[in-house]
């Protein structure tokens, strides 16, 4: 196959006039920042952990303090702000033609993810919280240095101050590395989007308790290990666009699968498709495929008979898909000290990539897909996504059985890691990074394309066109290089 | 002012790695196309217009035929198709807090608006099609190729088929130089958007009646003419992107005005902001305006009062905003020959844009604006755009006054174009491009941005960065240059 090529401008480029992200692959220099190593790393969050007393009881509906069913069957906050869980039906021609109503997460305010840079004797230092969130498998995760709801910075729960907020937001700002509107869980939310942000200071940083400078290479480290890394974590990490390393590391590596990847991060080694081509055909399936959503009372839903709502949760006798419960939360370290709230529990999750070597350059296999609350139709997706829609018989995903009997050593990339703990109890997700052998059709069947990591990194700077799924296997793969 | 250079890949090349636009500027060649000028395509343009007989009746939303009220109060045609009036609930603090609820257009689908584009001895036409709509003021206007809702060509009206679609899909497709889903009016429309495609063919292309050959200038020279270009074309027009001006052309043009809309086609020419910078601004005003939209039975918004439904249509006691009619149509040349439906009749509108000299670059002065129907919260709207919703006292926008008092020599292009006459009942904006003086201030109001042609052509290559208003200048201010 022979490859389009393009100028190191072209592309990844597009946005980066100003070159914020310099150095960023320049890792050859020793590391003089706060913490000395992994290890060190580790023991500081045990410590954290320890810090942390927290209880999470699951309690009745009519327990939740603050919360209530609406005339809708709607379960509501009563600030009116926070999330609601509501009822969405949706009709749509993905795969087969279909139409249901469920129950869905409501959150139309846009939260703030921003992680904090600083360089540190030169190397980029990325600011991360050891934060504890109600539905977290492990209680304590490293979230970005903020990580907030509208309600959290406008100050509708009455709680204390987000730290380090100022660098994100006024005149204290940073330079910005990457802003970007992203979406997140199109089976469990309506229209759900977040803007991510990585703001770089040169200021002096306080470093508060509960926070630790890390470097990307230990980030990538510490993205094998199963939930450490929060969702919000990694999708903000997948907009980080950190340039192309220099020709001369991409040669000196030996292995050809790095030295590949490497090379997908830089236009000029071409890619079988222009940027050109790959988002014209999510356009075209954004047009070719129907999806109607209408927002329903939850009442609507439960009416149908597919879902029930008992004291303490709402789900189907089936037990697929999810269930809505809710939590009693005692924690010492949060914005407030004591509240409940309505999480969703779903099934467990698989997302699988499938990489190829094209011409030298690492392709990723992504498809363009519909999901129940996707804003603009469909984004694009892993190779392989179990979502709770599609565990049933008959069901199963076209190349699923392929990843999951790929040999060992072709599997790049292999952790559980969780969604986020703020909404979803106990969420898990396998993320599997397999390569595809020669037999691997380097030909995409409709609605799959293989892009490289640059076309992906020029993509995240736009919103809605990688689904949080893609973007965590983006975030592993990508930091892995480091 | 020391404007930010970009190079000529940089921004406006980006997709453009396969140069699919070669040779739109190089009009210094004759043009030997089957259109001789002007005069003559005014004379064909006549003649179509006295073929086809035509009439449009107001009549009673009663005597619709295949459409009627349903339990929602929603009016909704029997096929579940088209589309259908429906109400909206939003709630915003754009400008200031407010919440209200409205009828809207709910039409889900994603409809195709396609020019097809090919060279006659090198100079590339665009094939235009003399189409009536029922709302046009005028009954004629010069349409795109295909004009088709979702419903056309899958035959949901039983009307004939659509001429020339399949250069635009399925294996006849000829080079997609453009291909994105842009936005419709916020104000009347909910998450309303069409597929904008641009194709060139190199096959031969039989000349049906109705349809005719027209240059780039040709089409500049006609969007002089009030009400002539329809809505349509003019959104299609602006994605094109025409690339760039060479510099020997650029350095010839004596008008100090047009050399500043020719250099800023070309990023080499510099920038008041990057491009990333044009993207923040957008995205830090999605994040920060609040815009809650929920879709309600329309029998709930006129419950509220404010909004009253009699035999012949739903309108406000005051007048304002718009009104809801009914129609019945009798021509001879559409899809179908007699058909019935709704139309939206609103008030008239304007839309300024205030363009600046800098640096000798041009610079277009968008602001990032909220309106009830928008999909992702805001999108880059005119300097100035007087929407139904603002006509009030003490509602003024703060630079409508300076736009309407500029000099005549200030006043680059003014003339009244039409929305869509499928949906809007003699539905005119009044579209005014003004050069702002020295006194203008350089740097914006917030939510304000100065953008260069070729970065506005760069946001077009994606979806719902411009609102269909802007759109229309853009295409206006870029064709005339032509």
Same mark, same amino acid.
């Given at each position: 196959m022979t490859l389009a090529h393009g100028t190191a401008t072209q592309a990844a480029g597009e946005l980066h006039d100003h070159g914020p992200a310099d150095g960023f692959w320049d890792f050859a220099r020793p590391a003089g920042g706060p913490v000395a190593g992994i290890a060190e790393f580790r023991h500081w969050f045990a410590r954290q952990a320890r810090a942390h007393r927290y209880a999470v009881d699951r309690v009745p509906f009519s327990a939740l303090s603050g919360w209530h069913f609406d005339a809708d069957g709607d379960l509501v906050h009563e600030s009116g702000g926070f999330f609601a869980i509501s009822g969405l039906r949706v009709r749509t021609d993905f795969r087969r033609p279909r139409a249901w109503a469920q129950p869905v997460i409501v959150q139309p305010e846009i939260g703030l993810l921003g992680i904090l840079v600083k360089r540190f004797d030169g190397v980029p230092h990325l600011l991360m919280q050891a934060k504890m969130e109600p539905g977290n498998v492990n209680t304590l995760q490293l979230s970005p240095t903020v990580q907030a709801t509208r309600s959290n910075y406008t100050g509708v729960h009455r709680g204390r101050r987000v730290p380090y907020v100022e660098y994100f937001m006024g005149p204290r700002r940073g330079t910005v590395l990457a802003d970007s509107l992203q979406s997140e869980q199109g089976w469990w939310f309506l229209h759900k989007r977040n803007r991510n942000m990585v703001v770089e200071t040169r200021d002096e940083v306080p470093l508060l308790d509960g926070f630790s400078w890390l470097t990307l290479a230990q980030l990538g480290e510490l993205l094998t290990t199963d939930n450490l890394v929060n969702m919000d974590s990694r999708t903000v990490l997948s907009t980080l666009a950190c340039g192309e390393p220099a020709p001369g590391l991409v040669d000196t590596v030996a292995d050809p699968y790095r030295r590949a990847a490497l090379r997908s991060l830089a236009p000029r080694y071409?890619?079988?498709?222009?940027?050109?081509?790959?988002?014209?055909?999510?356009?075209?399936?954004?047009?070719?495929?129907?999806?109607?959503?209408?927002?329903?009372?939850?009442?609507?839903?439960?009416?149908?008979?597919?879902?029930?709502?008992?004291?303490?949760?709402?789900?189907?006798?089936?037990?697929?898909?999810?269930?809505?419960?809710?939590?009693?939360?005692?924690?010492?370290?949060?914005?407030? +000290?004591?509240?409940?709230?309505?999480?969703?529990?779903?099934?467990?999750?698989?997302?699988?990539?499938?990489?190829?070597?094209?011409?030298?350059?690492?392709?990723?296999?992504?498809?363009?897909?519909?999901?129940?609350?996707?804003?603009?139709?469909?984004?694009?997706?892993?190779?392989?996504?179990?979502?709770?829609?599609?565990? +049933?018989?008959?069901?199963?995903?076209?190349?699923?059985?392929?990843?999951?009997?790929?040999?060992?050593?072709?599997?790049?990339?292999?952790?559980?890691?969780?969604?986020?703990?703020?909404?979803?109890?106990?969420?898990?997700?396998?993320?599997?990074?397999?390569?595809?052998?020669?037999?691997?059709?380097?030909?995409?069947?409709?609605?799959?394309?293989?892009?490289?990591?640059?076309?992906?990194?020029?993509?995240?700077?736009?919103?809605?066109?990688?689904?949080?799924?893609?973007?965590?296997?983006?975030?592993?793969?990508?930091?892995?290089?480091?």
């Open positions: 071409g890619s079988v498709h222009s940027l050109h081509e790959v988002l014209r055909r999510l356009t075209d399936s954004r047009a070719r495929h129907e999806l109607v959503q209408r927002r329903v009372p939850l009442r609507d839903v439960l009416d149908e008979g597919l879902w029930r709502r008992t004291e303490t949760g709402i789900a189907r006798p089936d037990g697929r898909h999810f269930e809505v419960i809710g939590v009693d939360v005692r924690a010492e370290r949060r914005e407030v +000290g004591r509240w409940s709230q309505p999480l969703v529990a779903p099934v467990a999750g698989l997302s699988g990539l499938f990489v190829k070597r094209i011409d030298g350059v690492l392709h990723l296999l992504l498809e363009a897909r519909v999901e129940a609350g996707t804003l603009n139709v469909c984004e694009y997706a892993p190779s392989v996504q179990c979502s709770p829609s599609h565990q +049933g018989a008959g069901e199963r995903p076209e190349l699923l059985d392929r990843l999951l009997s790929a040999p060992r050593e072709r599997i790049r990339y292999d952790a559980v890691q969780s969604e986020e703990g703020g909404r979803f109890h106990h969420a898990v997700t396998r993320n599997l990074i397999v390569e595809a052998d020669d037999a691997f059709a380097a030909v995409e069947p409709e609605g799959y394309c293989w892009v490289t990591l640059h076309q992906a990194q020029a993509l995240l700077r736009h919103s809605n066109y990688l689904n949080v799924q893609a973007r965590t296997l983006i975030a592993c793969l990508q930091l892995g290089l480091f």
